[in-house]
T-cell receptor, first 114, second 115 residues
Framework: KAGVTQTPRYLIKTRGQQVTLSCSPI?????VSWYQQTPGQGLQFLFE???????NKGNFPGRFSGRQFSNSRSEMNVSTLELGDSALYLC?????????????FGNGTRLTVT | AQSVSQHNHHVILSEAASLELGCNYS??????LFWYVQYPGQHLQLLLK????DPLVKGIKGFEAEFIKSKFSFNLRKPSVQWSDTAEYFC?????????????WGLGTSLAVNP
């Protein structure tokens, strides 16, 4: 089975721009979660989608949004980029929406905002 | 606010040494507990998990962890480490039962094993 695929791997954007990141989950997985990873804050939960519905949302401003398509692929969007949005954005999929179901991570998208 | 603390940020060991990485969480109710590992150049992957039953859980590559509810702890152990265990280790918790997928993570522990 192919793993979780995130594109692009690297992105450089300018402050004020917007960006869209893509995630293709493992085939058959309907749950997709997004995390932001920074050296100072570690991994922080952004949101989770299951069968095209947002199930949970973390404590991020409304500039961070996401969606999930009928084929379970997911995108997250960050508008009006700020320098502090520079981070590794990780996507994870799971076969279940249960809290004890493990996550399968992609390699992430490294976003640099200048 | 709910949080997860990993006490050791950097650990350096020689091969064959024993390993224990501490993890404490702040939540009084039911929890699901996880240890994830990230080997150099690879993605995060599950090492082991606990959600009910025997508080001593075994994972891949000889790792185990013990859930001690009274101490809000879920420490990771391995009796004899190998050079290939060099990686970053993350403890994570989902508070509550059901379909809460909002994982709360520790900041990670970087383990370097010298051959």
């Amino acid at each position: 089975k192919a793993g979780v695929t995130q594109t692009p791997r690297y992105l450089i954007k300018t402050r004020g721009q917007q960006v869209t990141l893509s995630c293709s989950p493992i085939s058959g997985h309907r749950s997709v979660s997004w995390y932001q990873q920074t050296p100072g804050q570690g991994l922080q939960f952004l949101f989770e989608y299951f069968s095209e519905t947002q199930r949970n949302k973390g404590n991020f401003p409304g500039r961070f949004s996401g969606r999930q398509f009928s084929n379970s692929r997911s995108e997250m969007n960050v508008s009006t980029l700020e320098l502090g949005d520079s981070a590794l954005y990780l996507c994870a999929s799971s076969s279940s929406d249960r809290g004890n179901s493990p996550l399968h991570f992609g390699n992430g998208t490294r976003l640099t905002v200048t | 606010a709910q949080s997860v603390s990993q006490h050791n940020h950097h650990v350096i060991l020689s091969e064959a040494a024993s390993l224990e990485l501490g993890c404490n969480y702040s939540y009084g109710g039911t929890v699901n507990l996880f240890w994830y590992v990230q080997y150099p150049g690879q993605h995060l992957q599950l090492l082991l998990k606990y959600f009910s039953g025997d508080p001593l859980v075994k994972g891949i590559k000889g790792f185990e962890a013990e859930f001690i509810k009274s101490k809000f702890s879920f420490n990771l152990r391995k009796p004899s480490v190998q050079w290939s265990d060099t990686a970053e280790y993350f403890c994570a918790v989902t508070p509550g039962a059901g379909n809460n997928r909002k994982l709360i993570w520790g900041l990670g522990t970087s383990l370097a094993v010298n051959p």
